[in-house]
DNA sequence: GCCCAACGACTGCTTGAGCAAATATAACCG
DNA sequence: CGGTTATATTTGCTCAAGCAGTCGTTGGGC
């Protein structure tokens, strides 16, 4: 069967789903005992790798794959939980930050031991040094021309822009 | 800033997550023209590579990242706007299949150059042949680790077992 | 100072997906 | 053959997410 599906582009996207779809099974799998879904992880990642814990929502929505709408919504959810709080921006009362709670830290820091144990398990543990590097270094070049702004990635360059509105 | 995040583990995944995020929203877009969702050009591209372009809903659903009532509906919807049709499966009363039709077909053959042409500029022409043998020769090696049952991948073996309940 | 455009967060509505229950059929066992 | 168990699909319910619209706030032009 000599069809398109063969195409060799085909099978590297297919490869690049698979390992993605594994790996996010996995990840979830392992947050849920932690009562911890995969946005729920992400969205308090952002906050506890921010200065002061906090960002606004804005910003956070510009970091997270969600719009402000999710991000209200999911901030809802997670101030109910006890691991977000809302703080009112000084300087600009349209603005608020989400703020990780010390319940908050304490959830993330049961939980992120465990995550890298995986990541490693399944992911960086896999390749030798040099194997890895090098599927490092392809996706890097990948991402850095389909770069989305920087979707999920290591934004500290917006991050630098967006404490114009530090309340310290 | 000597802190977690910075671990090499996490940002390797942040740069796959990136990657995919990226490509996932470049495909989003070229499909869009061509009135299809991601979940619909795979589905109908699991079925048009299937034998007799048809695959029972069950297997339909173990070959995406649906579940059978995901697949229910996503088979609605394309029936629905004449892409798909339900049949039968005679030896099996159970059992249905789903078929791409005629205008299915000719959808799909619509979308998928552009559809080659996006993988080749974003993805594997952004490497060298060489870069990118590696790239996905370490894909495939934690693909195979992680492997959840081929969720998206050659699954060649399943479909090997699943003409049992062909009506040729 | 006043007006208007831009901005930030939130809310109503719609959509798509999963889980669990319902239904129909098949297979097996005695 | 009759009954129990397993399988294939569909449907009811719930939930998470986006879009578009709302409300309050801000800032710039005059």
Chains 1, 2 share one sequence.
Not at 22 to 27: D, N, Q, V
Not at 62 to 84: H, I, K, N, P
Not at 135 to 164: F, N, W
């Amino acid at each position: 069967m000599t069809n398109v599906f063969d195409d060799p582009r085909i099978t590297a996207v297919g490869l690049l789903y698979e390992v993605h779809a594994g790996l996010s099974a996995r990840f979830a799998a392992q947050l849920e005992e932690h009562g911890l879904s995969s946005v729920e992880f992400e969205v308090i990642t952002r906050l506890a790798r921010s200065p002061g814990n906090q960002l606004r929502m804005t910003d956070l929505a510009a970091q997270t794959s969600l719009s402000t709408s999710g991000v209200t919504r999911v901030v809802d959810r997670m101030e109910r939980d006890g691991l977000l709080t809302r703080r009112a921006c000084p300087n600009d009362r349209r603005s608020s930050y989400a703020v990780v709670t010390a319940a908050g830290m304490r959830r993330l820091d049961e939980t992120l031991p465990g995550h890298l144990r995986i990541i490693e398990q399944w992911f960086t543990g896999q390749l030798d040094p040099a194997a890895l590097a090098a599927l490092l270094d392809g996706l890097r070049r990948v991402r850095d021309a389909v770069h989305p702004g920087a979707t999920a990635g290591s934004t500290d360059q917006e991050a630098a822009d967006a404490d114009d509105c530090d309340p310290a």
